[in-house]
């Protein structure tokens, strides 16, 4: 059974850091493109990033391009987000995500993470 | 970056109804976009990819159709367990991008 359980979430200061990891199981997780998509209270879904299968191909959102680090320890069957330079619009749940074998879309979602950016 | 297009906003039916969300995307994106739902407090649920392609423990109720810049996502006949807000994504580029969710309420 595919499980990914996401961690680190909690209250940052703005301009604070943060990293979230996501442990992975019940699949080759090695062999699969991996990503976060966040959920902003009482908004809708926004796609954050992945990362691919041998951790050597990321993309970003636009949003978090140059402030966001996606990573991966394929050894650990271990997902990261290290987050910086918080703002307030970063202020959400974090979703870990695993694409779909055929490509692209996401099959599996964790349970997701609070993160909470404010003074 | 795509921008994806969802109408309406809500949409209220009834227990039985056939209903269909449409998910508009700024260029086209061929048939590369899967559908979700969400429910408050649970993680997103897949239900379709490449338009009309739907995933293995789905309701064959739902079904998705169209390529290009347009798309449907149509529940053939509601059922309690189908009120919920319900998103697109596009996957032909990067940034991959959502919709801005669609929510399905009791009438």
């Known amino acids: 059974e595919v499980q990914l359980l996401e961690s680190g979430g909690g209250l940052v200061q703005p301009g604070g850091s943060l990293r979230l990891s996501c442990a992975a199981s019940?699949?080759?997780?090695?062999?699969?493109?991996m990503g976060w998509v966040r959920q902003t209270p009482g908004k809708g879904l926004e796609w954050v990033s992945v990362?691919?299968?041998?951790?050597?191909?990321?993309y970003y959102a636009t949003s978090v391009m140059g402030r966001f680090t996606i990573s991966r320890d394929n050894s650990k069957n271990t997902l990261y987000l290290q987050m910086s330079s918080l703002r307030a619009e970063d202020t959400a749940v974090y979703f870990c995500?695993?694409?779909?074998?055929?490509?692209?879309?996401?099959?599996?979602w964790g349970q997701g993470t609070l993160v909470t950016v404010s003074s | 970056d795509i921008q994806m297009t969802q109408s309406p906003s809500t949409l209220s039916a009834s227990v039985g109804d056939r209903v269909t969300i449409t998910c508009r995307a700024s260029q086209t994106i061929n048939s590369w976009l899967a559908w979700y739902q969400v429910k408050p407090g649970k993680a997103p649920k897949f239900l379709i990819y490449k338009a009309s392609s739907l995933e293995s423990g789905v309701p064959s109720r739902f079904s998705g159709s169209g390529s290009g810049t347009e798309f449907t996502l149509t529940i053939s006949s509601l059922q309690p367990d189908d009120f919920a807000t319900y998103y697109c994504q596009q996957y032909n580029s990067y940034p991959r991008t959502f919709g801005q969710g669609t929510k399905l309420e009791i009438k």
């Open positions: 995500t695993k694409d779909d074998v055929r490509g692209g879309s996401s099959d599996y």
């Open positions: 019940g699949f080759t997780f090695s062999s699969f493109t």
């Open positions: 990362i691919t299968g041998n951790g050597r191909n990321t």
